[in-house]
């Protein structure tokens, strides 16, 4: 159902991912989970000329979608929010490959490509970028809808779990369809949320070790169903009651340094 792609992550940086423990794949990492991108990790250096002034409202606009575009005028608070994340970021000198779907341009002038499902600015001019956090990305995108349709991946994924205990569960991931790009990648790592309210939150380790998550990865077959055994309790104990949500990222890879990344959720509730 799956072919295993021997390979180090140095051309995955940012991909936190899931594998098929079915098929001699495990869902225990090797030591600590750590992110990746598809960058070079070298630190910019932020000048003056970096620093973005949100004090000139009327000039920021945004352009979002590439078939069908439209442009509006952000407000305020909108621009705050923003701009507040752009000068605190951890810019790094080197621009990624992800297909913006967002242009940002700022009141003096200064342009960023967006891509809502990643996640990562570009500033093109000062070949430069950026990978916001999660948290940080729906913030982002919930801004930016309000302006135009995001425009979505469609990979022809979806999960889904069964055999749910508070242990563990079997994650079903399925393919049907779609238009990828690439090749469809998965790895190892995973993580479990839990529904707080209307607030989804990260559930905290129960190990005190570094958690480092094993470097191979895998390619889903098209117009297939893959089953994952997961057992979580050495890493999350056990569940108690309440609803929760696998998250586990994909990759349409083309080459390296040429792929997109998405998130992709599985409910479930432990009763």
């Not at 621009?79 to 621009?95: A, E, H, M, R």
């Not at 994924?157 to 990648?185: D, R």
Request: aromatic residues 10%.
């Amino acid at each position: 159902m799956k072919k295993l792609i021997a390979l180090t992550l140095t051309l995955i940086t940012m991909f936190v991912l899931a594998g098929c423990m079915n098929n001699g794949q495990s869902d225990k990492p090797a030591a600590s989970a750590g992110n990746t991108s598809n960058v070079n990790n070298t630190a910019a250096t932020k000048t003056p000329d970096d620093a973005i002034n949100d004090s000139d409202n009327n000039a920021w606009t945004v352009k979002i979608g590439h078939t069908v575009e439209k442009i509006g005028e952000l407000s305020q608070k909108d621009i705050s929010t923003i701009s507040d994340i752009l000068n605190s970021g951890n810019w790094i000198n080197d621009v990624t490959k992800c297909v913006s779907d967002c242009v940002i341009t700022t009141a003096d002038g200064k342009v960023y490509d967006y891509h809502s499902t990643c996640g990562t600015f570009n500033d093109s001019k000062n070949q430069r970028s950026m990978a916001v956090t999660d948290e940080e990305m729906r913030m982002i995108n919930s801004i930016l809808v309000q302006y135009g349709e995001l425009e979505a991946n469609d990979w022809g994924l979806s999960l889904s779990v069964k055999n749910v205990s508070p242990a563990g569960a079997t994650l079903v991931i399925s393919q049907s369809g779609g238009n990828p790009s690439g090749e469809l990648w998965y790895g190892p790592a995973y993580k479990i949320q839990s529904l707080n309210g209307d607030t989804w939150e990260d559930v905290p380790y129960v190990t005190e070790a570094d958690v480092e998550w094993t470097e191979e990865v895998y390619m889903v077959e098209m117009d297939t169903d893959c089953e994952i055994v997961l057992s979580w309790d050495w890493l999350y104990g056990n569940l108690p009651e309440g609803q929760y949500r696998i998250v586990k990222q994909f990759m349409d890879f083309r080459s390296s340094g040429d792929y997109d990344k998405e998130n992709y959720y599985a409910d479930f509730e432990i009763k």
